[in-house]
């Protein structure tokens, strides 16, 4: 009698725990790109308004969305062009979400030499463009005024000789 | 021919050159490998090119591991798992991958892959290291941007240009505009007038950017710049009327636009208006 409850128990353990190392030794997030909650570092009361995928920016066909469009972008970083002459030379990427309000939070920074190997930067310069990505307010909501939607966006800072050389995308 | 028969002209070459780009890099025909008696490679390549996932979606990238994993020379499958990386900034892992699809497959990825250095990264010198190495697997026509705006050949000079060789830019523009049975895109004289502007000579500008308003006059680049010029020349109408066209058509939504980045002589409205307050008072 045992054997026979145990046996189906059993099986649904085992299917169970197979169903779990499967999602666990996945090297991937849901989505390319995802940004998961990290409580170390993100901010808990940035709020995501999503409840599932969150776009990238460029699935709303439009490109950048910021008020002022790039060149009000270039001119918030235009002191890094001023910045002294150093060697490193090569891009800082930084991800971000902006979320239905146009408010931006989980920031992700990768550093990458001109032949696009991990390298690190000076940290005050990494330092220096984070806050500056921060203090972007002009980002324009995703979807539509009656639809609002969070968004994944990105902003990478070609750097040479320690200055700001362009920014993309 | 009216003007509007010459729009739906216009459209349809657009629309051919567009399709051309397409095709250029369309999905891999599977059945090579089939004639080849090739199977693992066959069900690989039907793996990878059927459906299964969204683009970057864990399940897509796990179909393209599988495909690698049962035919590591496909090259396809390289590529087509760099592309939602490349899309999203990270940037060390889509080089990876975009690398390993050069490697097996150069004359098929140099091109696309230049065009993303130039594209995303305005990596410009790595770019032309592309094209250069593509100019002497291809010597004729070394193909076309991804997106179909443009002839490589004509990125390879917006690299020079923006590496401050500007002359060989202008040099390399005309020598493709020149040869035989080239069609002109539609942005190349557009770039073409921005690189004689820089370089003063500004007849040869006038020239350039009235062409490329004669190729499509769907944009509010050429009249701005057109602007400029008669700003330059201190000529005062012809600048004030050259700015509102160039706001006119901006405003219509007539303006270099690319759903990923921002291209090379784009201009804003910010740019315009700063113009237009100036001629005001010119």
Redesign the interface.
Same mark, same amino acid.
């Given at each position: 009698m045992i054997q026979k409850i145990s046996w189906p128990f059993l099986l649904i353990v085992v299917f169970a725990s197979c169903q779990k190392s499967k999602t666990e030794k996945s090297a991937y997030p849901d989505h390319v790109g995802d940004i998961a909650f990290d409580e170390k570092t993100d901010d808990p009361n940035f709020k995501i308004c999503l409840n599932g995928r969150i776009p990238q920016y460029y699935e709303f066909g439009k490109s950048l969305q910021y008020k002022g469009e790039k060149p009000a972008i270039d001119k918030h970083f235009e002191i890094l062009k001023q910045n002294e002459s150093t060697a490193e030379s090569g891009y800082i990427t930084i991800r971000f979400v902006v979320n239905c309000e146009g408010k931006t939070g989980r920031y992700r920074i990768e550093e990458m030499s001109n032949d696009y190997q991990p390298m690190s930067f000076d940290k005050k310069l990494v330092e220096k463009i984070l806050t500056l990505t921060r203090e972007l307010n002009g980002w324009i909501v995703g979807g539509d005024q009656a639809h609002p939607v969070d968004y994944y966006q990105y902003l990478t800072f070609k750097i040479e000789g320690g200055k700001l050389i362009e920014i993309m995308p | 021919m009216t003007k509007s028969m010459l729009s739906a002209s216009r459209l349809v070459f657009v629309f051919l050159l567009t399709s051309l780009a397409l095709v250029a890099f369309a999905e891999p025909n599977c059945n090579i490998y089939k004639m080849e008696n090739n199977m693992p490679c066959y069900e690989a390549c039907v793996l990878a090119t059927t459906g299964g996932g969204e683009q *970057?979606?864990?399940k897509s990238?796990?179909k393209f591991d599988k495909a690698i994993e049962q035919c590591p020379a496909l090259d396809y499958a390289y590529m087509e798992k760099s592309v939602?990386?490349l899309?999203? *900034?990270?940037?060390?892992t889509w080089?990876?991958l975009i690398d390993k699809a050069v490697e097996l497959n150069p004359t098929l990825h140099l091109g696309y892959r230049g065009w993303c250095r130039y594209q995303?990264?305005?990596?410009y010198r790595?770019a032309i290291k592309d094209f250069e190495r593509l100019d002497t697997l291809f010597p004729h026509d070394i193909g076309y941007s991804q997106n179909g705006d443009y002839q490589l050949t004509i990125v390879k000079a917006l690299c020079y240009s923006a590496i401050g060789e500007k002359d060989k830019a202008i040099t390399i523009i005309e020598a493709q505009l020149g040869k035989k049975g080239y069609s002109p895109m539609v942005y190349d004289y557009l770039h073409l007038g921005v690189l004689k502007m820089e370089t003063e000579d500004i007849a040869g500008s006038i020239e350039s950017l009235t062409r490329s308003i004669a190729l499509n006059d769907y944009l509010a680049e050429p009249y701005y710049y057109l602007g400029l010029i008669y700003k330059s020349k201190n000529l005062k109408a012809e600048y004030k009327s050259a700015m509102e066209k160039a706001k006119a058509y901006y405003l219509k939504g007539y303006k270099r636009?690319?759903?990923?980045?921002?291209p090379m002589h784009k201009v804003?409205? *910010?740019?315009i208006d700063n113009e237009l307050s100036i001629a005001q008072t010119f």
């Open positions: - | *970057g979606s864990r990238q796990e939602p990386y899309k999203r *900034g990270e940037f060390i080089k990876k995303f990264l305005r990596d790595g636009f690319d759903p990923y980045t921002h804003y409205l *910010g740019d």
